[in-house]
Structures are given as structure tokens and as C-alpha cells.
């Protein structure tokens, strides 16, 4: 007979208590901090669906780096917006590429912060696809090419890990072997390994400039519906030389990031997105939920789903609320 004998209220009477039995916990080591940058000086426009996140100019965002390191956050992941797009993304493997440029820029700075990219073409295609377009199709091998190309530009300029997340089939490898021809077999790869055509990524689209032009991803990113396929591209991508695998978006996929976490031993990241801050940004900002307690209770989630980092806009917030 369970129960007098056993009464689980006896381990939550005390916070101390809760806390000594508290199964899992979040840190300001897990998070990865995503920032926009766009060219110009002193630029920092708010982007509108994603209040508190900027796009921000070089020199802005070496100041943001500053405050970033300055409150414990390991890492930045950059996403470019180009001067200039063409079909083909020139501006994303060019030497002076806006990212290239910032990457210089934040390195110089000597900060206790990592610089990781976003390996990806469609924020410089004009036609805001991933890869290049063949016949009305995004071509899958010609796109690996620049994909490794991009990442090896990064490397140079001074990227601690890249971050490929077209989806394209086999960009892990070609990344690899771009990087270990080169003098930079140092240099891990964080891929987008479960990458879902979601909804969610609409002020994403906004903030980097980067919605498709005709058509959708769905002939590259994963259809939502399928979990044992993300295992089966998490594999694929280990398999080519992932370092760290990440699945994206995080909360509608928590049981993905669970299966993902049983099955491989390898750090997972799981990426909190645009829309699912935009959600709760606008909840919070209705008086509609607590923000604090909303937001710590999400990322805390997502870290219970079995994530070992997360990538997520609210982490400065959250980095403050953790101090
Ligand atoms: C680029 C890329 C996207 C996101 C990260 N990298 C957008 C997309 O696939 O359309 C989305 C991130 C977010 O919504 O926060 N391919």
C-alpha cells in the first residue's frame, strides 16, 4: 500500500530541498547567442517580429560581442546579410563577405567568446533558396561545392566552428574535406543534421532577409512528420564528420531531441527559433505570461529533452536571470 508510506510531497517542502533533488539544470554554458549582421556603421535596427534582436553593422556587433562575453555566454553564431545578392551567393564565400569581415572584426577583439557561422546560401541568392537553382530545382552537388567553399572562407577568417544548415545531402564531408585539405582539421562542424521545414522560421526570414522568392524548402529541409528519418540524417551526418549535431526547431520537436540523445552518444544542440521566441515575445508582451518564468521553464525543456547546448535569442535574458 503506497500510500501513507510513500507521500512525494515530503522532497518539495523546501527550495533547498527542490533543489538538491532537481533532475535537471540550465546553465549560462549551454547557450549559443544568434546575431544578424548587415553592412553600414552604427547600424542596430530592431527587427520588428523579433523584439530586443538587431541586425546589427560590424562595428555594432563587435560592441554585442563585448556584452555577450561580459555576461558568460560561450558562443555567437553568425548569420549574414550581403551587401549584394546574385543567383550563385557570391557574397557568401567572398574573402570580404560581410560575415568574413565580422569574424575578422570580433576576433581581433581577443574576447573569451567562440565565433561559430552559418554555413548556408539562401541570405545571398537573390532568389533566397539554399543552393543554386537548376531547371526550378535547388541542385544538390553543385551547391555542396560552394557550401564547402563558404565554410573554408570562414575558417580563415578566423571561425572557431562552422555550422552548415542548407540540408543538402553530403555538405558534411565536402565541409570536412574542405577544411582538412587547408590546414583546419581543428575546426569542428556543428550540422544542422534534423533540420525540419518549418513554420517557425518566419521572422527568421524577416530579420536575414532570406524568404524564398517562388517555391518552399520542402524538397530539401525535413518533412515534420518524420522522426525516424532525423535519426537517419543525424547518422548520416556523424558519419561524415559531424562534431555536434544539432535539431531544429526545438520545441515542437522535444521528442526528436530525445530520440536523438538515446541513440548517439555526440553533444546534441537543439535550436530554440525565431517563431518560438517571437510567440512568447508577444505573449509577454500582451501581459499575457510571465516572460521570466516562461522563457526559463522552455530552455529548461528543451535541456530535459536531452539537449547539450542550446541556440536560442533569449539568451542574454536568460544569462541574467541565471547570474
Ligand atoms: C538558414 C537558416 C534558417 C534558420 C537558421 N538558418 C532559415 C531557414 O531555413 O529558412 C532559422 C532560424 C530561426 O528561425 O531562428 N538556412
Redesign the pocket.
Known amino acids: 500500500m503506497p500510500f501513507p508510506l510513500h507521500r512525494p510531497r515530503r522532497l518539495r517542502r523546501h527550495e533547498l530541498l527542490r533543489r538538491m533533488v532537481r533532475e535537471t539544470s540550465l546553465s549560462i554554458d549551454d547557450f549559443i547567442y ?1 546575431l544578424f549582421v548587415c553592412p553600414g556603421e552604427r547600424v542596430r535596427r530592431e527587427i520588428p517580429s523579433m523584439p530586443g534582436c538587431y541586425q546589427m553593422s560590424v562595428d555594432e556587433i563587435v560592441r554585442e560581442c563585448h556584452d555577450v562575453a561580459e555576461l558568460g555566454i560561450p558562443a555567437v553564431i553568425l ?1 549574414g546579410i550581403p551587401e549584394k545578392k546574385d543567383d550563385v551567393g557570391s557574397e557568401a564565400y567572398a574573402e570580404q563577405g560581410i560575415v568574413q569581415r565580422a569574424i575578422r572584426a570580433i576576433k581581433k577583439e581577443r574576447l573569451d567568446l567562440l565565433v561559430i557561422t ?1 554555413v ?1 546560401l ?2 545571398y541568392t537573390s532568389h533566397g533558396h ?1 543552393g543554386i537553382v537548376v531547371q526550378g530545382d535547388v541542385a544538390n552537388d553543385p551547391t555542396v561545392e560552394l557550401l564547402a567553399k563558404e565554410a573554408l572562407s570562414h575558417a580563415q577568417a578566423g571561425a572557431d566552428m562552422v555550422a552548415p ?2 540540408m543538402m545531402d553530403g555538405r558534411v564531408v565536402a565541409i570536412r574535406r574542405a577544411l582538412d585539405e587547408n590546414g583546419f582539421s581543428h575546426i569542428p562542424i556543428l550540422s ?1 543534421a534534423a ?1 525540419f521545414c518549418s513554420s ?2 518566419g ?3 524577416e530579420a ?1 532577409e ?1 524568404a524564398p522568392q517562388f517555391g518552399d ?1 520542402r524538397s530539401y ?1 525535413m518533412d515534420p512528420p518524420n522522426a525516424r528519418e532525423a535519426l537517419k540524417e543525424v547518422a548520416l551526418d556523424l558519419e561524415e564528420g559531424a562534431d555536434i549535431v544539432m535539431v531544429k526547431p526545438a520545441l515542437a520537436y522535444l521528442d526528436i531531441i530525445r530520440r536523438v540523445r538515446d541513440r548517439f552518444d555526440v553533444p546534441v544542440a537543439a ?1 530554440n ?3 518560438e521566441y517571437a510567440m512568447v515575445k508577444a505573449a509577454a508582451r500582451n501581459g499575457w505570461l510571465d516572460e521570466r518564468r516562461v522563457v526559463l521553464e522552455l530552455l529548461t525543456s528543451i535541456k530535459r529533452a536531452g539537449a547539450d547546448m542550446i541556440l536560442t535569442y533569449h539568451a542574454k535574458d536568460a544569462a541574467r536571470w541565471l547570474r
Open positions: 544568434p548569420f552559418d548556408c539562401c541570405e539554399c544548415s542548407d544542422y533540420k517557425f522560421y521572422p527568421f526570414r536575414a532570406s524548402r529541409q535550436y527559433v525565431s517563431g
